[in-house]
């Protein structure tokens, strides 16, 4: 009798900073039971530059590296903020070429937690003024030491409603002239959907 062989699913996941890294290992965790993670790996790496062209160039380096030791990456994102950065439009162009995907939030990671108190359209100048905002209605939040997804599991149902329906009503503006914006959604639905197949 023949063995029937299991494929295996292999995914990147990089991230620009210590939130997204966190955030992403926790999504990681919730979404694959112990069973999935002989057939689906989930990488999460954290860049030690700290910007999205560095990133970029990072993920095109490892997806080449994993092409020849054949074990290829069928999903790769990029998890990371716009917090002003000068290269984001190189970045956009370098994604789409690559048929790579995004979980980007305008202005900073914040946002997407604010999501999850409340609709918020507020365009935020920077990262310290969207982080400001976020202590106001979870004074406990902090980048690192705290498990966010779990904290804020039994809201994120309303965050992901809230994030499509501004991304509904700013439908055939570019990303990158939304503030604010975010499509860290995106990446929960493929981790729901990575969760279910067997």
């Known amino acids: 009798m023949k063995r029937r062989v299991v494929s295996h699913r292999r ?3 990089l991230c620009e900073g210590v939130t997204e890294e966190v955030y992403a290992k926790t999504l990681r965790t919730a979404f694959l039971p112990r069973e999935l993670q002989r057939t689906v790996t989930v990488d999460v790496v954290r860049h030690k530059k700290n910007d999205p062209l560095n990133l970029i160039a990072e993920a095109k380096g490892r997806v080449r590296q994993a092409r ?19 290269h984001l439009q190189v970045v956009f162009e370098q994604v789409e ?11 900073s990671l914040e946002y997407w937690f604010i999501l999850h108190f409340e609709d918020c359209g507020k365009a935020f100048k920077d990262g310290e003024e ?10 406990i939040y902090h980048k690192t030491k ?5 904290q804020l599991g039994g809201y994120v149902g309303q965050a992901i409603d809230r994030a499509e329906r501004r ?4 439908m055939g503006t570019p990303v990158l002239e939304q503030q604010p914006y975010t499509s860290v959604h995106k990446l929960i639905a493929f981790f729901k959907v990575l969760g279910v197949k067997k």
């Open 167 to 170: 991304e509904n009503r700013n």
């Open 130 to 139: 969207c982080l400001k905002y976020l202590k106001k209605i979870w004074p």
């Open 11 to 13: 995914v990147l996941i």
């Open 146 to 150: 705290l498990n966010h997804f779990e």
């Open 97 to 107: 070429k690559h048929g790579f995907h995004l979980a980007f939030t305008a202005i």
């Open 68 to 86: 020849k030791e054949r074990t290829p990456y069928e999903d790769v994102w990029l998890f990371f903020d716009h917090d002003n950065s000068p």
